[in-house]
């Protein structure tokens, strides 16, 4: 092999080196690095209404609320779970033969008693905060929240499952015609 073959294969395989080298520790590096704030808080960017009060709020105002919440997120959706999981339960139950209708019934009271109280939780927390803010952003916040949401889960046509006018019954596309009094 001449001299020339040598230094460009020697060339070639330093480049080679180099480049895996790099995706290694870079691939070790992102490893370490803590997920996107976005996703450690997914419901911050989602349809909801506290999703959108939040991002009504000027940045200095998100990064205190995104501050006080973790916590009582996290218990709150433990108690989610768990009240999940109870409602899965009672229909399992329902396959039993007899079916206890009392435990299951039971079951779902606990569930929702469970929910209840995140719910409870959570409501706290927001509420807490945004009490703190001025007067000004907490009245941009409430109407953020009161605003009707849509995208998935938030009813069916204009105006939700209630309809247009808000009203269940209406005629409109969010729930069925009136029935005629007989």
Same mark, same amino acid.
């Given at each position: ?10 060339f ?6 180099l ?19 976005e996703?450690?808080?997914p419901?911050?960017n989602?349809p $909801?209404? &506290?999703?959108a009060?939040?991002?009504? #709020?000027?940045?200095e105002? @998100?990064?205190a !609320?995104?501050? =006080?919440?973790?916590?009582a ?6 108690q ?6 109870l409602?899965q ?7 039993d033969?007899?079916?206890?209708t009392q435990?299951v ?5 606990r ?12 409501? $706290?927390r &927001?509420v807490?905060?945004?009490?703190? #803010?001025p007067a000004?952003h @907490?009245?941009? !916040?409430?109407? =953020?929240?009161?605003?009707?949401q ?5 009813g069916?046509g204009?105006?939700?499952p209630r ?20």
């Amino acid at each position: 092999m001449d001299r020339k073959a040598l230094l460009i294969a020697l060339f070639a395989s330093l480049a080679l080196n180099l480049f895996i080298g790099g995706m290694v520790v870079g691939a070790k590096l992102s490893e370490r690095r803590p997920p996107p704030r976005e996703q450690r808080m997914p419901f911050m960017n989602g349809p $909801g209404p &506290v999703a959108a009060a939040i991002r009504g #709020l000027p940045p200095e105002q @998100r990064e205190a !609320f995104r501050a =006080a919440v973790p916590d009582a997120l996290r218990s709150s959706n433990a108690q989610f779970r768990q009240a999940r999981q109870l409602r899965q339960s009672a229909m399992r139950r329902l396959t039993d033969e007899p079916v206890d209708t009392q435990a299951v019934l039971a079951d779902l009271a606990r569930a929702r008693a469970i929910e209840t109280e995140a719910r409870g939780a959570l409501d $706290g927390r &927001v509420v807490g905060f945004a009490a703190t #803010l001025p007067a000004e952003h @907490r009245a941009n !916040f409430a109407r =953020a929240m009161l605003r009707p949401q849509r995208g998935p889960g938030s009813g069916r046509g204009p105006g939700g499952p209630r309809g247009p006018e808000g009203r269940m019954g209406a005629g409109g596309e969010g729930g069925p015609p009136p029935v005629a009094d007989r």
